[in-house]
């Protein structure tokens, strides 16, 4: 089946410092490729997406790029901020399976000042 | 409405009882997933909707759970006999549609959720 793996938090960084979150993937079909954030206290949102192989995602100054060859979505933000402080979901979805999402297990995510 | 509205918010209830959960999505949208998220973890599938029919009901737990739609709109999560492991948040998404690769057709837009406490 479709699994995404995602690497454990807690991230603690400082301000500025340079941010990656790994995800890994196992799909069935051609998948689409997406990070959702949650922040403290609100619902999940999209951060970006990538539907084919090379293709880029970005967004608020966070990139990601879509690794066919090793079945990889990386997560990154060249210089972060304490409002990054939230827990980021890497996900999934085959459009055979009505493009219902697997997700990740999440990384929470704390910028320090 | 602009978002896709959860209600209630929070719902406690105790062991036994029997819960409803609301979700109405965005205008237009035909697709519709409930989602339930344990404390610490990713969301996990539940039930998928493409108008009034469940395309894929393949991760609801057990048949104490069951989710409608009869209008091809507002959605109804409904847990029978409710245990303490039932305490979640339960997520509910929609999307333009479910079976499109067009562009920003397969993004699922979530609602707030409704957490689930069991005691």
């Known amino acids: 089946g479709d699994s995404v793996t995602q690497m454990e938090g807690p991230v603690t960084l400082s301000e500025e410092a340079f941010l990656t979150i790994n995800c890994t993937y196992t799909?069935?079909?051609?998948?689409?490729l997406f990070w959702y954030v949650q922040y403290p206290g609100e619902g999940l949102q999209l951060l970006l997406k990538?539907?084919?192989?090379?293709d880029k995602g970005s967004n608020k100054g966070f990139e990601a790029t879509y690794r066919k060859e090793t079945t990889s979505f990386h997560l990154e933000k060249g210089s972060v901020q304490v409002s990054d402080s939230a827990v980021y979901f890497c996900?999934?979805?085959?459009?055979?399976?009505?493009?219902?999402?697997?997700f990740g297990g999440g990384t929470r995510v704390l910028v320090k000042p | 409405g602009a978002g896709v509205s959860q209600t209630p918010s929070n719902k406690v209830t105790e062991k036994g009882k029997y819960v409803e959960l609301r979700c109405d999505p965005i205008?237009?949208?035909?697709?519709l997933y409930w989602y339930r998220q344990s404390l610490g973890q990713g969301p996990e599938f539940l039930i998928y909707f493409q108008g009034t029919g469940a395309a894929d009901d393949s991760g609801l737990p057990n048949d104490r759970f069951f989710a409608v739609r009869p209008e091809g709109s507002v959605s109804t999560l409904k847990i029978q006999r409710t245990e303490r492991g039932d305490s979640a948040v339960y997520l509910c998404a929609s999307s333009p549609t479910s079976g499109s690769q067009t562009a920003g057709a397969n993004v699922l837009t979530f609602g707030a959720g409704s957490r689930l406490t069991v005691l």
């Open positions: 996900a999934l979805s085959v459009r055979a399976a009505g493009n219902k999402l697997t």
């Open positions: 205008s237009g949208h035909t697709a």
């Open positions: 990538a539907t084919k192989a090379d």
């Open positions: 799909a069935t079909g051609y998948p689409s």
